[in-house]
């Protein structure tokens, strides 16, 4: 590879007002967002010695509350990228737990990389990672050689524009706005609310009721380390209304169980399976939740985004090993069929999963929502099986 000027690990901020630049060195690969698809991409990418920039729009500190189960594939995926231990062992944590402790990794290496001098008798250092917080991905253009991508100091508005030979799109789905092609809607949407409070449990395990008459669930899980409680609550599909009335209801609960503050603003999210109609074919790979978003209820979606992003990674790595232009176009397009047929086989389980959701309801205590109390909540026989059955066995920590 080609040694090229490179910007420092941590782009300072682009004067206001500044000209779009003309464009930049080369990289081997730009990811863009650091979402848990985007940081395993980025941190795959550099150990398998790319020259990697990776930016996001946002600031460096996560703060999503979701509940997430960490699957096998993912767990497998993160060994490989030196965390192993992500879930001590257990099936759920917080995707802001995931997201910070794989972002507190990409930091590191964007460090070490910059700042470490060559040692003695060492192999020299890989290539470094750049590190672009609060920058935006603007304007996309893939061309037959590179991509040609803008990107914006999100606080100040300046704008440069860079060149690398593939793009990792770990944006969710940001990019179609942007004209990329747009997932289609592939199944029916239901609304979801989840938030989390710092009121202790007073229960063990995930406690829950439906209500009989709207077959709404509502559900609390007792975070990591019984320090708080995350709550779910989940409309069927099709069910007509609306958010604001959904959140103003759901904060009524919280009030009802002494929950407190939530740690977020509520908001209901209708969470409807979303899929790009066929692979990519250029040299801007998608991943993770820009591919597809599958139903929350398959609680899938972050363990995908993480293994997709090694896959892309991985991909890449291997395309630009090839000889030739045509072979490098061959092993990404590759790369591409296997990650969206990942999501394919995905969209279809989570369309499974909402139609047994009237039969997954009929396991949980009946109440009247929202006029509920902390005794109407309790867990369903057969809880455990059930996971067991359907998301595999308890991760090992190794
Ligand atoms: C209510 C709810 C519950 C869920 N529960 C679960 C669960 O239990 N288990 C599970 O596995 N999954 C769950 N998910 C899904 C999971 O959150 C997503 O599938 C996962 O976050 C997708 O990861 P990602 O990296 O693809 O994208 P995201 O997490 O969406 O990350 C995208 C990143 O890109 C950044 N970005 C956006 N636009 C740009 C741009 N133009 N330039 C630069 N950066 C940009 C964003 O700021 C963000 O950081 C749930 C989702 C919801 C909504």
């Known amino acids: 590879m080609t040694a090229l000027p490179r910007p420092p690990a941590t782009t300072p901020a682009l004067p206001a007002g500044a000209p779009a630049e003309a464009p930049q060195p080369l990289y081997d690969v730009l990811v863009a967002g650091l979402g848990p698809g985007g940081c395993a991409a980025a ?10 920039l990776a930016v996001e729009a946002r600031g460096p500190q996560a703060t999503r509350s979701q509940l997430v189960l960490v699957r096998p594939g993912a767990q497998a995926a993160l060994c490989r ?10 099936r759920t944590t917080t995707i802001r737990h995931v997201e910070n402790r794989l972002r507190d990794a990409i930091a ?5 990389g910059h700042h470490s001098p060559p040692t003695p008798g060492m192999p020299p250092p890989g290539p470094p990672l750049d590190l672009c917080w609060h920058t935006g991905v ?3 253009a893939p061309g037959p050689a590179d991509v040609q991508v803008t990107l914006r100091d999100e606080p100040g508005g300046a704008q440069r524009t860079v060149s690398a030979r593939h793009l990792v799109d770990a944006t969710g789905g940001r990019l179609e706005a942007l004209g990329r092609p747009a997932r289609q809607r592939a199944g029916p949407g239901h609304l979801v609310i989840t938030a989390e409070y710092t009121a202790p449990p007073w229960f063990d395990g995930i406690v829950g009721v439906r209500d009989p008459a709207t077959h709404e669930l509502y559900l609390l899980f007792p975070t990591w380390g019984r320090a708080g409680v995350i709550a779910y609550f989940d409309t069927p599909p099709g069910a007509r209304l609306d958010g604001a ?9 919280a009030g009802q169980l002494a929950l407190g503050p939530p740690r977020q ?19 801007v790979l998608p991943i993770g939740d820009a591919v597809g978003n599958v139903d929350v209820l398959l609680g899938a979606g972050m363990s995908w ?15 630009q090993r090839r000889p030739s232009a045509a072979l490098e176009m061959a092993v990404t397009q590759a790369t591409g069929a296997r990650i969206f047929a990942r999501h394919r086989a995905g969209s279809l389980r989570g369309r499974l999963m909402l139609a047994v959701r009237p039969l997954l309801e009929r396991a949980w205590p009946r109440a009247t929502l929202p006029h509920i109390g902390r005794d109407s909540l309790g867990p369903p026989p057969l809880l455990w099986p059930a996971v067991r059955f359907v998301f595999g066995r308890r991760p090992r920590a190794t």
Do not use: C, K, N, W
């Open 108 to 112: 590191t290496a964007a460090e070490a």
């Open 305 to 319: 985004a993480i293994e997709d992003g090694v896959d892309a990674a991985l991909g890449v790595a291997a395309a």
């Open 138 to 140: 603007v304007a996309v």
């Open 245 to 253: 009335t959904l959140a103003r209801r759901f904060e009524a609960i």
């Open 81 to 90: 990228l030196g965390l192993p231990d992500i879930t001590e062992g257990r």
């Open 265 to 283: 603003p509520v908001e209901a999210i209708d969470v409807y399976q979303r899929r790009l109609a066929r692979p990519s074919t250029d040299r």
């Open 43 to 52: 941190l795959a990418a550099h150990a398998a010695g790319l020259r990697v």
